[in-house]
């Protein structure tokens, strides 16, 4: 067995586990981290089968930017997990049902959707004026066909995400009536005069007489 082979099965192992661990782990944090190694170790097979760009994309895409908005909205919402849980037996039979569906066409695709593909031919060597072979990168082929003749779709698909970022923050920064929180800017613009106000009020009761006063009086009574 080669080196190739073996990352690939170390790959597949870990990636199994992880996926397994998505839809097992009981905390929503948990889950999410397993759906992080799960996207990493898949970059990782389509690096072994030489589609980089896939690769990239599903590094950039979905663990640069979709599973870390699911990680801070998991952490930062306030979620109760007793109630989630309670509904899980509820559920349980239409998630199998959706499953065994999902299972079920993956299988007649992957055994039935692939007999009337032709092999991909090699791609001819390039060669330039010397003589000299060019090197092919099939990474560099695609970002020049992206940002040529797809321009625009790639930027739908940034501002799409954009929203999504914007989005996600608009819903961890919400505010809470339980929570006390100092507000900075507040502070900030806080003025000695509107801190402190000297009041003059009127007396309202007559002065009493001092002590000593009182004294004499009793004296001369005696």
Excluded: C
Excluded at 92 to 101: D, E, K, Q
Excluded at 124 to 141: D, E, K, M
Aim: hydrophobic fraction near 60%; proline fraction near 5%.
């Amino acid at each position: 067995m080669d080196v190739k082979t073996g990352f690939f099965y170390l790959f597949s192992v870990v990636l199994l586990y992880a996926a397994f661990r998505v839809i097992t782990a009981r905390n929503p944090v948990h889950a999410v981290l397993h759906l992080i190694l799960a996207f990493s170790q898949a970059a990782g097979v389509w690096l072994l089968l030489k589609a980089e760009f896939l690769a990239i994309t599903l590094v950039l895409v979905y663990l640069g930017a979709v599973m870390v908005l699911f990680l801070f909205v998991v952490m930062m919402l306030d979620i109760r997990f007793d109630t989630v849980r309670r509904g899980f037996w509820k559920h349980f039979p239409l998630a199998a049902f959706i499953g065994a569906l999902v299972a079920f066409e993956m299988a007649a695709v992957l055994m039935t959707g692939f007999r009337g593909v032709e092999e991909p031919k090699a791609v001819p060597a390039l060669v330039n004026a010397a003589g000299q072979v060019l090197p092919y990168s099939n990474t560099q082929a695609l970002g020049r066909l992206m940002y040529t003749e797809y321009l625009y779709p790639v930027e739908i698909a940034a501002v799409i995400l954009l929203v999504a970022m914007i989005s996600a923050i608009a819903l961890t920064l919400r505010q809470r009536k339980d929570v006390k929180a100092n507000d900075a800017a507040a502070q900030l613009r806080a003025r000695a005069g509107d801190r402190l106000v000297v009041v003059k009020m009127p007396v309202t009761q007559a002065p009493q007489p001092p002590a000593d006063d009182d004294a004499g009086a009793q004296e001369k009574k005696a």
